[in-house]
């Protein structure tokens, strides 16, 4: 059985060794890529590294495990590792596991659970759009903003009515500068009327800001319309997206004559 009780829990030496684990895993291995993963004293590289070598390198039951604490594992630090480990697991379990740590309790977990997701799109849509959609309802705003961005990544049109929903009545001024975003990465003209609106009405800058730049990615027949709108706005950084976004809709390719 393997014994790493001679390095120090934060030792650049069990890092090292570690980083080096290959598979198959032994029981005495995984055991101790457990132990190092929940340690109470284990530096977040040692973390990162267990949990990367029990995705990467473990089992159907070892990824099983990894998903569970996900879920459930009490130390945040243990759940933020295991939502990066898994960007090397991608499947529909793991896309359900991510999904559902967008609602955790802590920043770097979401976050982490987000970056993971953005690198299995294709399983994301296949498989996470309705928990996605079913999140823009939840009631912590920075579950509903990752939710949104990523919705506007996948582009399924099935999302168009839920995010306008979140742009047009959401309290939170960050759901709704999300969900603006996501309409312009969505590509469906029925969003420019509330893009519109909001442009126009929305008390925030920063979602103003958003509409303006998705309005831009857009390009509707009146896009420059609402655009000279924007840049009368009253706030600085309006005015910029406003002007930067009529200055794309001019650009094309060149012509050599």
């Known amino acids: 059985m393997s014994d790493w009780s001679e390095y120090e829990i934060d030792s650049p030496e069990l890092l090292e060794r570690i980083r080096a684990v290959s598979a198959p895993l032994d029981a005495g291995v995984r055991e101790q890529l457990h132990r190092c993963l929940q340690h109470e004293y284990a530096s977040p590289e040692i973390r990162q ?13 070892d990824r099983r495990t990894l998903l569970n604490w996900l879920r459930e594992h009490r130390d945040a630090r243990t759940r933020t590792a295991v939502a990066a480990a898994l960007a090397s697991c991608p499947s529909e379990e793991t896309v359900c596991a991510l999904i559902d ?8 977990v979401r976050n982490l659970a987000e970056r993971s997701l953005l690198g299995m799109l294709d399983l994301v849509r ?13 009631p912590a705003p920075l579950t509903r903003s ?19 929903k979140i742009l047009e009545t959401d309290r939170q001024w960050l759901a709704r500068m999300w969900a603006a975003a996501a309409l312009g990465e969505l ?12 442009l126009q009405h929305d008390e925030k800058n920063r979602v103003r800001a958003a509409a303006v ?9 009146d896009a420059l319309q609402w655009l000279r709108i924007a840049m009368q ?3 600085g950084s309006v005015k910029q997206k406003a002007e930067e976004a009529a200055g794309r809709l001019h650009q ?3 012509d050599d004559s």
């Open 49 to 61: 590294a267990a949990a990367e070598r029990l995705a990467a390198c473990g089992s159907d039951d």
């Open 101 to 108: 740590a967008l609602a955790d309790s802590v920043n770097t």
């Open 126 to 138: 296949e498989h996470g759009l309705d928990r996605l959609i079913a999140l823009l309802e939840h």
């Open 146 to 164: 990752p939710a949104a961005r990523l919705l506007g990544h996948v582009g399924d049109r099935r999302a168009l009515g839920p995010l306008l």
């Open 187 to 198: 590509g469906c003209p029925e969003a420019v009327p509330a893009l519109a609106h909001a």
């Open 213 to 221: 730049e998705a309005i831009g990615r857009l390009k509707p027949p």
């Open 233 to 235: 706005d009253p706030d």
């Open 252 to 254: 094309g390719p060149f």
